[in-house]
């Protein structure tokens, strides 16, 4: 069965430190998110492609956080410096789609990958 | 810009009773998806049910159903014959044109033995 790919599962970091996530997306799936999740709250969209392009990264702290999806397939989310405030579960999802709302809106989720930040 | 609420941070449920999650959104669209996603504890977050907004018929996947009252703006889950493996936390979500997915805070449900 098809899966969100998402590496690594834990991270720990010092604060000041550059971190890296990356996701591979269900193949095929032209949307991908990537969503910070803190601990008993829901997930909070970082950013969204729609194939290479950013369609939404409103709440995406720019001065630190770096996001690419450069051939339109997997991706990744960058941290620099990480702030002990970053400490977090950052999720990748995928989902079909194009500008429309299609048939097939269910986003898959993968595992996450937990950042601590020391 | 959507926004979704979900009132009740935890509800508790005897195995085998019912219990419903109340979620409620605020939008200007007139089409668009709602989704119950359930994320075990540690585990991946899953969808449980969706519901297309132009249909008036409630959404049912086994033990899941929901209601659905588009001009309440509300959209509750019922879970039926509650199991130990429905412990878990559960995600009202929004999607609409753009394919942007708005999730709710959450409620963590328990389940008693």
């Known amino acids: 069965e098809a899966e969100v790919a998402q590496s690594p599962r834990y991270k720990i970091t010092e604060k000041s430190q550059a971190v890296a996530f990356w996701c591979d997306p269900i193949?095929?799936?032209?949307?991908l998110y990537w969503y910070r999740q803190i601990l008993g709250q829901g997930p909070e969209l970082l950013v969204q492609?729609?194939?290479?392009?950013?369609?939404?990264d409103s709440q995406l702290p720019k001065d630190r956080f770096s996001a690419e999806r450069l051939k339109g397939v997997d991706s990744t989310l960058k941290i620099q410096p990480a702030e002990l405030g970053d400490s977090a579960m950052y999720l990748c999802?995928?989902?079909?789609?194009?500008?429309?709302?299609?048939?097939?809106?269910?986003?898959?989720f993968g595992q996450g990958t937990r950042l601590t930040v020391v | 810009a959507q926004t979704v609420t979900q009132s009740q941070p935890e509800m508790s449920v005897q195995e085998a009773e019912t219990v419903t999650l109340s979620c409620t959104y605020d939008?200007?669209?007139?089409?668009?998806?709602l989704f119950w996603y359930k994320q075990p504890p540690s585990r991946q977050m899953i969808l449980v049910i969706r519901?297309?907004?132009?249909?008036?018929q409630n959404a049912t996947e086994n033990r899941f159903s929901v209601n659905f009252q588009k001009a309440a703006k509300s959209f509750s889950l019922k879970i039926s014959d509650s199991q130990l493996g429905d412990a878990a936390m559960y995600f009202c979500?929004?999607?609409?044109?753009?394919?942007?997915?708005?999730f709710g805070g959450g409620t963590r449900v328990l389940v008693k033995p």
């Open positions: 999802a995928s989902s079909l789609g194009g500008d429309a709302i299609s048939i097939n809106t269910e986003a898959f």
């Open positions: 193949s095929g799936h032209a949307t």
């Open positions: 492609f729609q194939d290479e392009s950013v369609v939404d």
């Open positions: 939008t200007s669209e007139s089409d668009y998806y």
């Open positions: 519901q297309e907004a132009y249909k008036q």
């Open positions: 979500a929004f999607k609409a044109a753009g394919n942007k997915l708005t």
